[in-house]
């Protein structure tokens, strides 16, 4: 398996704009995790999915930000309009619910910044 | 508020030396605590994870030390390398399969050659 598929891992824009980050997850996986990773803040969890559904967004920052889970195998972050502080690394991940493990996969990040 | 407090920030250590990490948390329902490695420009990744269950667990030259009492947990790398280099967080949920994993916000580790 290739694990997770993130998309764009570098993303330069201004101010207002709107920034969209992809992420497919590793196929078999019913559990999808946005997380934000800052130097100040660390990993932070955004929103997560099980079976395509959100079950907890409470750590979206607010409402420029959202996402989405239109089926297994696909998910977008979107930020619209986008600030300077919005600048960090957005990881995406996933695993199998129900395992005794409880591993997470990530992938490699998405470096967004917005000047 | 951070459900996991880490420290230190980062850590400098010759190699062969062992350096520890310390997490703690205030959560008592909390009873999954997995390491996670992070290598620069690259996602992190599970190293190792206990559960309150044992005081200790160790793979390979890595070592979780727990204790419940005080709700602390530590990571120690005996004979560190300058490959374990990396960002170590620790982290805490509810449950192996739980879906909230609360992270430390991180150690950077630089082993000296």
């Known amino acids: 398996d290739a694990g997770v598929i993130q998309s764009p891992r570098h993303e330069v824009t201004e101010m207002g704009q709107e920034v969209t980050l992809r992420c497919k997850p590793i196929?078999?996986?019913?559990?999808l995790f946005w997380y934000r990773q800052t130097m100040m803040r660390g990993l932070e969890l955004l929103i997560y999915f099980n079976n395509n559904v959100p079950i907890d967004d409470s750590g979206m920052p607010e409402d420029r930000f959202s996402a989405k889970m239109p089926n297994a195998s696909f998910s977008t972050l979107k930020i619209q309009p986008s600030e300077p502080r919005d600048s960090a690394v957005y990881f995406c991940?996933?695993?199998?619910?129900?395992?005794?493990?409880?591993?997470?996969?990530f992938g490699e990040g998405s470096r967004l910044t917005v000047l | 508020q951070q459900q996991v407090k880490q420290s230190p920030q980062s850590l400098i250590v010759q190699k062969g030396g062992i350096p520890i990490i310390n997490c703690a948390y205030e959560n008592t329902a909390f009873d999954y605590f997995p390491w996670y490695q992070q290598f620069p420009g690259k996602g992190p990744a599970l190293l190792i994870a206990?559960?309150?269950?044992?005081s200790e667990k160790k793979e390979g030259r890595f070592t979780i030390s727990f204790n419940k009492s005080a709700k602390q947990f530590s990571l120690h790398i005996m004979d560190s390398q300058p490959g374990d280099s990396a960002t170590y967080f620790c982290a805490a949920s509810k449950s192996a399969g739980a879906n909230n994993l609360f992270f430390g916000t991180g150690t950077r580790l630089t082993v000296i050659p």
């Open positions: 196929s078999g996986h019913n559990s």
């Open positions: 991940a996933s695993s199998f619910r129900n395992s005794n493990t409880g591993e997470l996969f």
């Open positions: 206990i559960r309150p269950d044992v």
